[in-house]
Every structure is written in C-alpha cells, then in structure tokens.
C-alpha cells in the first residue's frame, strides 16, 4: 500500500466510448500528476496538479480531460480515445510539485481500447 | 541522444552477487536524481534519491553519483530474487525547465 489508490484496475473500452480514471491520495500531499506508461517508452508526464491547480499539461490531446476537484483526489476523463491511447496509466502524488523526484505512484489503470 | 540513458538488460547476476546498475544523463545542470524499482505488473517504488557527488547507502542499496562523468549508478550487494525488477533511473532537469526525465529501465534478474 502506497497511500494511492487508483480505480478501475483494469478498463477496456471502445473508441466512442466515455469513462473516467479515479486516483486519491491519503498521504497529506499538495501535488498530483497522471503519466502514462508504454512498453518500449520512458514513463510520459501528462498533467500535474499542485494545490488543486493544474501547472503542467504536456500537450496531451484534448481526448483526455484532467479533473482535480481538491488535493486528494484527481480523475482523468475519457472520451473518444484511439487503440494507441492503450497503456498504463499510473497517479502519483508528492508533497509539493517542488520536490517532483520523490513520487508516490498507485497500483496504475490498465487501459486497452478495442 | 536520449536525456537520461540506461542499459535494458536483462541483467542476470547469481544470488549473493553484486549487480551493478548504470544510467548517463545529458543536462548538465541535472540536480537530483531517482532510482525506482518496478516489479512486473506494479507500479514504480522510490528506493534511492542522490543530490551531491558521491556514495550514498541505504541497507544493500549504494548509489553513486559523479556530476562531472554525469552519470549515476545503483549497486546492490547480495542480490537476492526479489531484487528482479525493471530499474529505473529518473533525473530532474535543473534551471528555468525543471522536469522529471525518466530512463526507459533497466531489467535486473537475480538467478538462485
């Protein structure tokens, strides 16, 4: 047990579907951020959330959509997504975004879009 | 060139062995740097972090820095099989771009 928790597991859905990915931290962190992992590629940062605003967003497509409604809790919604959208998505949190290194992941969602 | 480089392995070293770990970056302003293991199917685990040149030592765990060579190791000393993992090496850029860059992992097996 990490202290974060990430929900489903496992999701798979077609490309018109819309779903949404649910991450919450009980550690007392400031910092959230959702990264994608790919076999064969470094782990790939999409959004970071410090204090409940969002302060980095790497050019993700708008098919995926960041929602952090208070610091322990971030969900990444789902809509319209392509087969190589298919991966690990994995929630992390940190004590603050200025201490980025020292990162707390959940168990991740595996994701797979038919 | 990627930004932070490290060997794919396998690496395969008896139990009781050292297995050595290596990861090269190429910011030089790099400042703090990562180790995390992720076992198959799990999610990445901090084990090590390293800020100034040197040896730093946790339990069987040794890492290494040397800013000027830029590069930074992880030792494990009397590797056991539950140290077979995927390695993976992270780098916060340092400077007015400060980001995390990761290494795509190292794959360590510890062979009984």
């Known amino acids: 047990e990490t202290g974060v928790t990430q929900t489903p597991r496992h999701l798979v859905m077609g490309m018109t579907n819309k779903k949404s990915l649910k991450c919450e931290q009980h550690?007392?962190?400031?910092?959230m951020y959702w990264y994608k992992q790919s076999a064969k590629k470094p782990l790939e940062l999409m959004f970071v959330?410090?204090?409940?605003?969002?302060?980095e967003n790497n050019s993700v497509p708008s098919r995926f959509s960041p929602e952090c409604p208070n610091s322990s809790h971030l969900f990444l919604h789902l809509h319209t997504l392509q087969p190589e959208d298919s991966a690990l998505y994995l929630c992390?949190?940190?004590?603050?975004?200025?201490?980025?290194?020292?990162?707390?992941f959940g168990e991740g969602s595996r994701l797979t879009v038919l | 060139q990627k930004e932070v480089e490290q060997n794919s392995g396998p690496l395969s070293v008896p139990e009781g062995a050292i297995a050595s770990l290596n990861c090269t970056y190429s910011?030089?302003?790099?400042?703090?740097f990562f180790w995390y293991r992720q076992y198959s199917g799990k999610s990445p685990e901090l084990i090590m972090s390293?800020?100034s040149n040197g040896d730093k030592e946790d339990g069987r765990f040794t890492a290494q820095l040397n800013k000027a060579s830029q590069y930074v190791s992880l030792l494990i000393r009397d590797s056991q099989p539950s140290d077979s993992a995927t390695y993976l090496c992270?780098?916060?850029?340092?400077?007015?771009?400060?980001?995390?860059?990761w290494g795509l992992g190292t794959s360590l097996a510890v062979n009984p």
């Open positions: 992390a949190s940190s004590q603050e975004e200025t201490d980025t290194g020292e990162l707390f």
């Open positions: 550690l007392g962190h400031n910092a």
């Open positions: 959330y410090n204090f409940k605003e969002q302060t």
């Open positions: 910011d030089r302003v790099s400042q703090s």
């Open positions: 390293i800020y």
């Open positions: 992270a780098v916060m850029r340092g400077g007015n771009n400060r980001k995390l860059i």
